[in-house]
């Protein structure tokens, strides 16, 4: 079983898992993450994303990568009743051309970006005017109050060493809002490995809520908050009961987790 760039685990035993339609993913024994084996290399990423964020999608504001507005508004209406204080300083991991961050600045919040692709940032800086780094380390340790991270570390080759890079610019006491694709959700479990965030090719690392808890816990957050939360609750109370049973049965399509740095 080769890994031909340094893995998302350092495990060293995999199982096959889908046995059907994404057939190269694989689980690993020891901690759960489900992989994509070979993982990509960067390289090949860069060209999955240079696909995705054509000019045309960045220019109207608009990528695929991001999640839908509905969703964003409830993150960001989330945040400011329950996550942030007056005064705090957000950093959006994976900020994209800035949809969350523009919502976040209209309620008030000091907000900060972090965006790989050289598009989206050029896009969140010159039309929407906001500070949007290329990287951790161009961002100052123990600066940031609250890290989101939406829809991102299903994205990452190497999760386990950007949450370590990411913890160190928390401040002492700071948190990470993270949310991802739920593998044991329902959707996933009736489409196997025809799910749909499965068949996103530039979905690397699959999370249940234990392999994702484990994964925060192994790069040093704690203490742990896993918010039984649903994005996109639309309205009507039939919707809201099989939400929240969903949710209680952990079957919800999102995880969603808050992990605290204790500095
Ligand atoms: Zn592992």
Redesign the pocket.
């Known amino acids: 079983m080769s890994r031909s760039v340094k893995p998302a685990?350092?495990?060293p035993r995999l199982l096959p898992w889908f046995d059907r339609g994404e057939t190269d993913f694989q689980r690993?024994a020891?901690?759960?993450?489900v992989l994509r084996v070979p993982m990509p290399t960067a390289a090949q990423l860069d060209a999955i994303y240079a696909a995705l964020y054509g000019g045309e999608q960045i220019r109207s504001g608009r990528t695929n990568q991001e999640s839908g507005s509905f969703a964003l508004e409830q993150y960001a209406n989330h945040l400011v009743a329950h996550e942030l204080k007056p005064g705090m300083r957000l950093l959006d991991y994976g900020c994209g051309s800035g949809a969350l961050l523009e919502m976040l600045r209209q309620r008030g919040v000091d907000a900060i970006g972090l965006e790989t692709s050289a598009g989206a940032r050029a896009f969140c800086r010159e039309q929407r005017g906001f500070d949007v780094h290329a990287a951790l380390d161009e961002v100052a340790p123990a600066s940031v109050d609250l890290i989101t991270m939406i829809e991102v570390i299903e994205h990452l080759i190497d999760p386990h060493a950007v949450l370590e890079q990411v913890r160190t610019r928390l401040k002492p006491g700071g948190r990470l809002f993270v949310t991802t694709p739920n593998r044991r959700s329902l959707r996933a479990r009736l489409d196997g490995g025809h799910w749909r965030e499965a068949t996103k090719k530039f979905h690397v690392v699959l999370f249940d809520d234990s392999s994702l808890a484990r994964l925060l816990e192994a790069t040093g957050f704690g203490p742990l908050r896993h918010l039984r939360y649903s994005p996109v609750q639309r309205p009507g109370a039939a919707r809201w009961l099989f939400s929240r049973a969903q949710q209680a049965l952990g079957l919800a399509g999102t995880l969603c987790f808050v992990a605290g740095n204790p500095g």
Request: a negative charge.
């Open positions: 685990c350092l495990h690993c020891d901690c759960g993450l």
